[in-house]
């Protein structure tokens, strides 16, 4: 009964963590924007929207394809705009606190998840380019197979495990 209770607040910070992570990390977004990097990325979406193919129709050399399907369905949802994209970047890395606190708080006391997750907000913003690359959404998913590798260990159920590398060569389309 107890780890029940001590499950459900502990799912409340995480979502705590989230919902601070993604207030304190929105106003560094509203800076300016990356002409080649953020183009590059919208531009790709669009001609996803339209048909065309990555690597047949058009190449971009530092981009792998995940990024730009998820950008293009951002966009088909949205329309075009650069706000909807940044927004998906928040969230993405208020996940990437979230999960931080959450492996530390497996591993270890909730006042290092705690530590942890400030140091994760504070080197997020401080990171300065406001562009949905495809860095960030690699690390929000190592960090989730990282989760489901702990709880593998813990439980020794193969499944975990096997939702772990599924996590993990996901992790290699986005990067």
């Not at 591993?107 to 949905?132: E, K, M, N, Q």
């Not at 020794?156 to 599924?166: D, E, H, M, V």
Request: with cysteine; net charge positive; aromatic share 16%.
């Amino acid at each position: 009964m107890f780890s029940n209770i001590r499950s459900v607040i502990s799912k409340n910070y995480m979502l705590l963590i989230l919902v601070m992570s993604f207030l304190w990390i929105l106003p560094s977004y509203n800076k300016f924007w990356h002409p080649y990097d953020e183009w590059v990325l919208l531009e790709a979406g669009d001609m996803i929207n339209k048909g065309m193919a990555p690597y047949r129709d058009f190449f971009i050399l530092l981009y792998p394809p995940a990024q730009m399907y998820v950008i293009a369905g951002i966009l088909k949802i949205s329309g075009i705009g650069i706000m909807a994209v940044r927004l998906y970047t928040i969230l993405v890395q208020s996940v990437i606190c979230a999960l931080v606190f959450y492996i530390i708080k497996k591993i270890s006391s909730f006042w290092y998840a705690l530590i942890g997750s400030i140091v994760c907000l504070s080197i997020i913003p401080s990171y300065g380019r406001p562009i949905a690359i495809p860095t960030w959404p690699a690390i929000a998913l190592s960090l989730l197979s990282t989760v489901f590798l702990l709880t593998f260990l813990q439980s020794n159920k193969i499944s975990y495990l096997t939702t772990a590398g599924f996590i993990l060569g996901i992790t290699v389309v986005f990067r």
